[in-house]
């Protein structure tokens, strides 16, 4: 298509003053990554992040520049899958050997600061992803609405460990136990609701979280990096950005993923 063309998109694209105020968007230059609890300050290459959606400039049509993200290598990756490592520490770490009553005041903790950046993830969802306002709106709250039911569904696994089972004659009690270090990846089409269907059930269990950030909708994850930071121990989370196919190979090769939890094309698996 030739976005010259001012008959065929000139009265679908509007230019930056023409976007009602509640829909504008600043850029977001982002310049850290979650690692073993604190924001790191990243001063090596990023990717910058353009919106499918064109603006009309004075140079013809142009994609919205949305801001940039770290592009971390292999080593920065290594270092962040190591956190995780560190943190689950053969299971005895402070995230898996805490109580489920305790893990769920984190989650409640984590959903209360992500409900505070909804405005803004809708918006970076609706700019990055090119999805509508009804659409974005409902993948946040279907997010959060799947958060609290997860929660209650450990509070239903919870009671019902509590009690002993019988079966042929032999009484036992069930308790259930995490299994490690998740790298969990999502696509891009739902990057919030799909990849918290992974990320949030293997959280509040007890692993360890290497988050790897889908190609597009990067950058709506980024409201969410201090919630992360605040409502978790130091290590649960780590978030790794950057391209998939050279740092993904190096950290299942190095035999330290317990879990992969992964939504996307057979090509990538």
Known sequence: MNSENPSTFGQIFKSEN?????????????????????L??????TTAIYSPVYIRTENGLERKLLGSIPNI???????????????????????????VENRIKCMQKFVYLMIKQRDLVIKLLMWEIGKTLPDSTKEFDRTVDYINQTIDALKDLDRESSRFEQ???????????????????????????????TLIPALIMGNTLLFKLPKHGVLAHYPLLNAFKEAFPKGTVNTLYGKGSESITPIMESGKVNVLAFIGSSKVA
């Open 18 to 38: 023409e976007i009602p105020e509640e829909y504008k968007i600043k850029e977001i230059h982002q310049k850290e990554y979650l690692l073993n609890g604190e």
């Open 73 to 99: 290598g292999v080593k920065e990756a290594i270092e962040i899958l190591d956190a995780s490592v560190k943190a689950y520490d053969s299971g005895f770490g402070e995230w898996p050997t805490m109580s």
């Open 167 to 197: 079966a042929e004659g032999t009484i036992a009690q069930i308790r259930r136990a995490p299994l490690g270090v998740v790298l969990s990846m999502g696509p891009f089409n739902y990057p919030l609701n799909e990849i918290f269907t």
């Open 40 to 45: 790191i300050q990243w001063n090596g290459e």
